[in-house]
């Protein structure tokens, strides 16, 4: 028996409509998430434009270009940089300006841009950077025209000729002032410390006094201390001697300070027994108690009464008006003696002040020197005193010029006077004209000088023949053991040329004698035309070698014309 299959209970059989209606769901579902994703993805989409205010301006104008950058809130965005608009220089890029919609900004970046050159421009293609992917704008045509000139209403006028002009220093007054003010300060400091007349303090107006003076004024200042009051005997005693004692050997001529007591009175008494000195036995006994007294109380601790000590103060003082009284006067010729040998004195102080001045000065001069010579170098010093034309020329007032045509423009020390340049009959054929300009310094060998040829025809120069014909012309103007190096040279502006460079045996300019020197041709050019630059100058001079160097960094020529 064939046995029949049966349905499932738990399910029941699907229809040829049904698979029909689920796939028609399931691929509705498909075409709306498609729908969804293209949607997303045009709003994620950046949208880039550009324009500008114009397409005409004259040299020196601006052209405003604008970029418009559309994206998402969270995109970056990366502008051109510097001078990506080349042969249109970029004057100024102005802050991003950005404006918000919803969900999307818009930022927008002006330039500002210009030339000046006549003729038409293309302005590149720029990369915009989005997320890290490059977008590049439209280029455009920039067209650029000189400015008209009316000739008719102006009129023209030739060239004027060079004129010689007296060399001026504009400075001068400041190296005068400096000068002045520094020889003020010398002068008041040795007016100040050796030729013034200083105020004199107590003790020196004292020491001047006559000694019979100076002597009852220390008495009197002693008669005012407190010695006594404080028990110092030997204090009192020792400056009541000591003042004694220094009146008679000032006043008197008596050896008193090195003398012991009994000394001094025996010369004392022998001055009176000759009548040399007028003076009475009973003035010399009291004198000669009191020293005593003083030795007692200076080596004995011996201790008198107070009234004691006062009473040997007044006949101290006594005693000093009577050998005052009996020192006879001196005569004429001792007082003229006396104010010579006082003047000799203060010749002597004087002269003593001076040379200690001069000394000072010397000092400082010396000092100032030496610190400087260590500092700039003694070399700079010794010229900077003594003078040297090549250091004049580089502190000296600089010029920057163009010379010829095609010009050639550098820095020198003095502006470079024209050269007549007188062609040989051969190389009229080759050359169309030549313009030559130099300056060559009056000492040594510094020499600075350019050349500017315009060539017949439109073909390239050819450099190693000029090169041999600047060197043959410093060996006819008498140079030898010329040494050639040569190397590769750029311009500020990127401009190559070639360095020919080296050394040799070159003629002095005030003589026939062959010195050590240096020199140095840059050479340039193009299609008809040719340039040049040939520095000289002397070996082992480093005023010169900065010279060149700063001339050889200004350098620039024109190489299309």
């Known amino acids: 028996m064939q046995e029949i299959p049966r349905k499932n209970a738990g399910s029941a059989p699907l229809s040829p409509n049904c698979f029909k209606t689920t796939f028609k769901l399931k691929c509705g579902l498909v075409v709306i998430l498609l729908a969804l994703g293209f949607l997303g993805f045009s709003q994620s989409k950046p949208s880039i434009s550009t324009q500008v205010d114009t397409t005409y301006i004259r040299i020196g104008e601006q052209v405003q270009w604008t970029v418009s950058v559309e994206i998402d809130s969270t995109d970056q965005v990366i502008f051109p940089e510097g001078q990506t608009f080349s042969p249109l220089e970029t004057v100024e890029a102005y802050a991003t300006d950005t404006t918000r919609k919803k969900d999307r900004l818009?930022?927008?970046k002006i330039y500002a841009l210009t030339q000046f050159d006549s003729g038409s421009y293309k302005l590149p293609k720029q990369r915009i950077e989005i997320n890290g992917i490059g977008y590049f704008t439209d280029s455009l045509q920039i067209n650029v025209e000189t400015v008209p000139v009316d000739t008719l209403a102006q009129k023209m006028y030739d060239i004027k000729p060079l004129m010689a002009v007296d060399k001026t220093n504009p400075d001068w007054w400041k190296y005068l002032l400096g000068g002045l003010l520094i020889l003020a300060i010398l002068g008041g400091l040795f007016y100040w410390f050796v030729l013034r007349k200083k105020p004199l303090t107590e003790e020196e107006?004292?020491?001047?006094?006559?000694?019979?003076?100076?002597?009852?004024?220390?008495?009197?200042?002693l008669e005012n201390s407190k010695y006594l009051i404080q028990d110092e005997f030997k204090a009192y005693y020792s400056e009541l001697t000591d003042i004694v004692r220094s009146y008679l050997e000032e006043d008197a001529n008596i050896q008193a300070m090195e003398s012991t007591t009994g000394q001094l009175i025996e010369k004392l008494e022998l001055l009176s027994d000759s009548g040399e000195l007028e003076l009475e036995k009973d003035t010399i006994n009291q004198f000669k108690n009191i020293l005593q007294t003083a030795d007692l109380v200076k080596f004995a601790k011996s201790k008198p009464a107070m009234s004691i000590a006062e009473q040997d103060r007044k006949i101290v003082e006594q005693i000093v008006e009577k050998t005052h009284e009996a020192i006879p006067e001196p005569t004429a010729?001792?007082?003229?003696?006396?104010?010579?040998?006082?003047?000799?004195?203060?010749?002597?102080?004087?002269?003593k002040k001076i040379m200690l001045g001069a000394a000072t000065l010397a000092a400082l001069l010396i000092i100032g020197i030496t610190v400087a010579g260590f500092k700039y170098g003694f070399t700079y010093l010794k010229d900077s005193a003594l003078g040297n034309p090549t250091m004049e020329l580089l502190e000296g007032e600089w010029v920057s010029s163009r010379y010829g045509f095609p010009p050639i423009s550098l820095e020198?020390?003095?502006?470079?006077?024209?050269?007549?340049v007188k062609l040989p009959p051969e190389a009229k054929a080759n050359i169309n004209e030549m313009q030559a300009f130099a300056y060559r310094s009056a000492e040594g060998l510094f020499t600075v000088a350019t050349t500017s040829v315009t060539l017949a025809q439109e073909t390239e120069p050819d450099f190693s023949q000029t090169i041999e014909q600047i060197i043959k012309n410093f060996e006819d103007q008498g140079a030898k053991n010329i040494i050639t190096k040569q190397e590769e040279f750029n311009t500020i502006s990127g401009v190559k040329g070639i360095k020919v460079y080296g050394s040799g045996k070159f003629t002095a300019p005030s003589s026939q004698d062959l010195i050590q020197g240096k020199y140095t041709v840059l050479l340039f050019g193009g299609k008809g035309f040719q340039q040049y630059i040939i520095l000289t100058?002397?070996?082992?001079?480093?005023?010169a070698d900065q010279i060149v160097d700063r001339i050889l960094t200004t350098v620039e020529v024109k190489t299309e014309f």
């Open 412 to 420: 020198t020390p003095k502006v470079l006077i024209r050269q007549e």
């Open 205 to 221: 107006k004292v020491a001047l006094l006559p000694p019979y003076d100076r002597a009852l004024l220390e008495l009197k200042r």
């Open 106 to 108: 818009t930022l927008q």
């Open 333 to 351: 010729e001792e007082l003229m003696h006396l104010a010579a040998y006082q003047e000799e004195l203060e010749r002597k102080k004087k002269k």
């Open 537 to 543: 100058w002397l070996d082992d001079d480093p005023y």
